[in-house]
Nanobody
Framework: QVQLVESGGGLVQPGGSLRLSCAAS????????MGWYRQAQGKQRELVAT???????NYADSVKGRFTISRDNAKNTVYLQMNTLKPEDTAVYYC??????????????WGQGTQVTVSS
């Protein structure tokens, strides 16, 4: 079994910052890409940022220049530094990991989600 546990969400004022963390644990053989997605109320889940094992990052246009994704491979952890937050960033943020639990078994896993609310 694999678990992804997110932390760091909360309430912040517009212009503020938050840092999300997501730690993967369990029967992990190797991790490929890790990423963050978000789902606002009444909307579909959308990509925020991804980072493959090689380190080339990818961002949604709406967060470029404000959010930074990074990972610590030794800790199986991915981070999302969110700066200059806007009310439209309000959503449940989900961590995702594309990983192998054995040499022949590769799947995508999701965390439980953490709420980020940007409001004055």
């Amino acid at each position: 079994q694999v678990q992804l546990v997110e932390s760091g969400g909360g309430l912040v004022q517009p212009g503020g910052s938050l840092r999300l963390s997501c730690a993967a644990s369990g029967s992990i053989f190797s991790i490929y890409a890790m990423g963050w997605y978000r789902q606002a109320q009444g909307k579909q889940r959308e990509l925020v940022a991804t980072i493959p094992s090689g380190g080339m990052t990818n961002y949604a246009d709406s967060v470029k220049g404000r959010f930074t994704i990074s990972r610590d491979n030794a800790k199986n952890t991915v981070y999302l530094q969110m700066n200059t937050l806007k009310p439209e960033d309000t959503a449940v943020y989900y961590c995702n990991a594309d990983l192998k639990t054995s040499p022949l078994r590769r799947s995508s896993y999701w965390g439980q989600g953490t709420q980020v609310t940007v409001s004055s």
